[in-house]
Nanobody, 122 residues
Framework: QVQLVESGGGSVQAGGSLRLSCAASGTIIYIANMGWYRQAPGKQRELVAT???????KYAASVEGRFTISRHNAKKEVYLDMNTLTPEDTAVYYCNADVDTTWSASSRKPYWGRGTQVTVSS
């Protein structure tokens, strides 16, 4: 019903920048929170940043001041601008969205993208 597709991952040297994008499609009435999570090898998936429909943001302490999350509600897209990347940022980055698929808020469910790899070399 709902698909999230990430793009923009890749390999970069430490200190570099990348921009991730995520586009939502399908039967979408309303998107509440959107966010980015990441999972490094051998580690649990962790929150990177979230943004509400109204634009309120929250960041993990490890990325505060380096990463910026934003969204375009009409395009149903969310972005993550990543600056001053370090090898510790290497992970698969996943897009997440809380989506209403009917006019009832009770239909709201979280959806996930398949992830995009970000590799930062020292």
């Amino acid at each position: 019903q709902v698909q999230l597709v990430e793009s923009g991952g890749g390999s970069v040297q430490a200190g570099g920048s990348l921009r991730l994008s995520c586009a939502a499609s399908g039967t979408i009435i309303y998107i509440a929170n959107m966010g980015w999570y990441r999972q490094a090898p051998g580690k649990q998936r962790e929150l990177v940043a979230t943004i509400t429909a109204g634009g309120n943001t929250k960041y993990a302490a490890s990325v505060e001041g380096r990463f910026t999350i934003s969204r375009h509600n009409a395009k149903k897209e969310v972005y993550l601008d990543m600056n001053t990347l370090t090898p510790e940022d290497t992970a698969v980055y996943y897009c997440n969205a809380d989506v209403d698929t009917t006019w009832s808020a009770s239909s709201r469910k979280p959806y996930w993208g398949r992830g995009t790899q970000v590799t930062v070399s020292s």
